[in-house]
Structures are given as C-alpha cells and as structure tokens.
C-alpha cells in the first residue's frame, strides 16, 4: 500500500511520527494456555472467572530460545480479566462481565506467568441473550480501513469487505482517537467518519476520527507461528494476539480472513499492548495486514 499522507485534510505537510510501539514476546518462565470448561464463579469486583476445567487444559511454557515445555491443567483456574480481554459470545458479539453466570460453558485463552496466575486475552461462551431486531438507523457516514487515496479522495474498506469512497472537504475536521487535530491520514489506518451519504454511495465527510494511526500504533511484524481457530488467538513471533470481533483483516487492497493466518504466513499486527504491570504479554489486534 502506498505511504503518502494525506496532508490537504489537515492543512500541514508533513508529520512527524512516534516511535512505534513493539510488544515484545513472552518472558522465559511465562506461556499461554487453552481451557474449555464451565465458570465455577463469576466476580465482577475483581474482574475474576474461576473456571472449571473440563477433563484436560493446555498449557505452553516458553523455556527460551525455540523451547516449550507442554503443561496439562486440571482442576479449576482462576482467571484474571484485563481490560483488553475478549470477551465474547459464539457469534463474536461482546457480552459484559455482569451477564457471566455460575455454570456458563466458557472457552478461554489466556497467559500464564511463573507464579501459575491466568490473565484471560479471550474468553468465549454460547450466545446469552437473543440479538436486537427491528430497523436499523440510517447510516450517516462509514468506518473502515484506508486502502487508497487519491488527492481530496479516501477509498476505505468495511468490516464486510466493502470498499466505500470518502470525499474530503476544506471544511472536514479531522481528529485523533486520543482528541485534537490528527497530523494526516496514511492508508492502513483506521477512521470513523460522519457526513452526508451520497446518491452513488459515497460519503461527503463532515467529520473523520482516526481511530489507530499506523504510524505510531503498537504492532508486531513476523510470521504466524501458531493459530487457535476456536478463540480466534494467533501467536505472532512469540506474541499473543487476540482477535475481536471488530478486527480489520487486509491483503493488499482487499479484505481477508481470520482463516487466512495460516501458520507460516508473513502478518503485520496493529493494535493496543496487553500488559501486566510492566510485562508485556500480548496485542490486541485492531488490523491484521497479510504480506
């Protein structure tokens, strides 16, 4: 994908980027773990799921270097909730820890750390209450990923793979996720943007909120070293990588799959760092770009 910015929305031309934020694999003595079973108990105050392990968990300690030592886990487990924690139903809907009961089949995947404490990346259950029918608002405007641009044009992809054009006015504010004025917008990144839907589909943008600039996103390059088809999780060059429902696939100029990560594939993963304390222990993925 090309690398100009978009400098004409904003009025300036050039940025100056942030040094780019690279989460860094897990620690020797630390591993990730596979468990399906039911919640034993549910604590909203401590943000705990003790889980009830269904015959035998998985569990993968990195010893350093290419080692990794297989643990089973049996028993129940206590598994910490983070704020970036998937939590999520069949459908990939998200579901709020207070709707979590006692006796909910769970499917979780989490890292461990030498102590043996889990720290849950995503969590999985049955679909728990029935989706909202009825009309939908009309559309006033399109989110995506920027694949081109061309002069006051942006050409964005949906989350349903659907290539949307954005027309860029004098007038169109531009804005960071964190607020103020963005420095400019590159393909890659990720935008909201309102405005008036046009007759041909496209959207004359009144307002565009870059929600992760590529350039200074936290992000972990390298081959998918492993792929956890029911938690939708990869491990990226020693990273964890967990994967919502609101991740952006891409391959060049078009929409990909989760199903596309197959082990041996060249990834480039942008996202927000899963961290405990200072320990960096995974990303979870707002775009994965395949190479």
Same mark, same amino acid.
């Given at each position: 994908m090309a690398a100009c910015l978009i400098a004409a929305v904003v009025g300036t031309g050039s940025t100056v980027a942030a040094p780019v934020?690279?989460?860094?694999?897990l620690a020797r003595g630390w591993g990730w773990l596979l468990l399906s079973g039911t919640a034993a108990a549910v604590n909203g %105050?401590?943000? /705990?799921?003790?889980?009830?392990? %269904? +015959? &035998? #968990?998985?569990? @993968?300690? $990195? &010893? +350093? #270097? /290419?080692?990794w030592r297989h643990e089973a886990v049996t028993g129940t487990q206590v598994v910490h909730l983070l704020s970036e924690t998937v939590l999520v139903d069949a459908d990939r809907g998200p579901v709020p820890i207070a709707t979590i009961r006692p006796g909910t089949p769970l499917l979780t995947w989490g890292? *461990?750390?030498?102590?043996a404490s /889990? $720290?849950?990346? /995503?969590?999985?259950?049955?679909?728990?209450?029935?989706?909202? %029918? +009825?009309?939908?608002p009309e559309p006033t405007g399109v989110s995506g990923v920027v694949i081109r641009s061309s002069g006051r044009m942006l050409e964005l992809l949906n989350q349903g793979g659907v290539q949307k054009s954005v027309i860029v006015t004098g007038t169109t504010a531009v804005h960071a996720a964190a607020g103020g004025a963005a420095p400019g917008i590159s393909p890659d990144d990720l935008v909201n *943007? @309102? +405005?008036t839907i046009n007759s041909d589909g496209s959207v004359s943008a009144t307002r565009i909120d870059v929600t992760l600039a590529v350039a200074t996103a936290a992000q972990v390059s390298g081959g998918v070293a492993q792929r956890l088809?029911? *938690?939708e999780g990869l491990v990226v060059?020693?990273?964890?990588?967990?994967? %919502?429902?609101e991740t952006f696939f891409v391959r060049g100029t078009g929409p990909a799959t989760f199903k596309q990560c197959a082990p041996g594939q060249a990834v480039t993963v942008y996202g927000t760092p899963i961290t405990i304390g200072s320990q960096s222990v995974g990303l979870r993925a707002a775009l994965v770009v395949l190479r």
């Amino acid at each position: 994908m090309a690398a100009c910015l978009i400098a004409a929305v904003v009025g300036t031309g050039s940025t100056v980027a942030a040094p780019v934020v690279a989460p860094a694999p897990l620690a020797r003595g630390w591993g990730w773990l596979l468990l399906s079973g039911t919640a034993a108990a549910v604590n909203g %105050s401590t943000r /705990t799921i003790t889980v009830a392990v %269904s +015959g &035998e #968990g998985r569990a @993968e300690i $990195f &010893e +350093g #270097g /290419t080692a990794w030592r297989h643990e089973a886990v049996t028993g129940t487990q206590v598994v910490h909730l983070l704020s970036e924690t998937v939590l999520v139903d069949a459908d990939r809907g998200p579901v709020p820890i207070a709707t979590i009961r006692p006796g909910t089949p769970l499917l979780t995947w989490g890292v *461990v750390r030498p102590d043996a404490s /889990t $720290f849950g990346l /995503t969590v999985v259950m049955p679909r728990l209450h029935a989706r909202a %029918s +009825g009309a939908s608002p009309e559309p006033t405007g399109v989110s995506g990923v920027v694949i081109r641009s061309s002069g006051r044009m942006l050409e964005l992809l949906n989350q349903g793979g659907v290539q949307k054009s954005v027309i860029v006015t004098g007038t169109t504010a531009v804005h960071a996720a964190a607020g103020g004025a963005a420095p400019g917008i590159s393909p890659d990144d990720l935008v909201n *943007v @309102e +405005g008036t839907i046009n007759s041909d589909g496209s959207v004359s943008a009144t307002r565009i909120d870059v929600t992760l600039a590529v350039a200074t996103a936290a992000q972990v390059s390298g081959g998918v070293a492993q792929r956890l088809d029911d *938690v939708e999780g990869l491990v990226v060059t020693g990273v964890p990588v967990a994967v %919502s429902g609101e991740t952006f696939f891409v391959r060049g100029t078009g929409p990909a799959t989760f199903k596309q990560c197959a082990p041996g594939q060249a990834v480039t993963v942008y996202g927000t760092p899963i961290t405990i304390g200072s320990q960096s222990v995974g990303l979870r993925a707002a775009l994965v770009v395949l190479r």
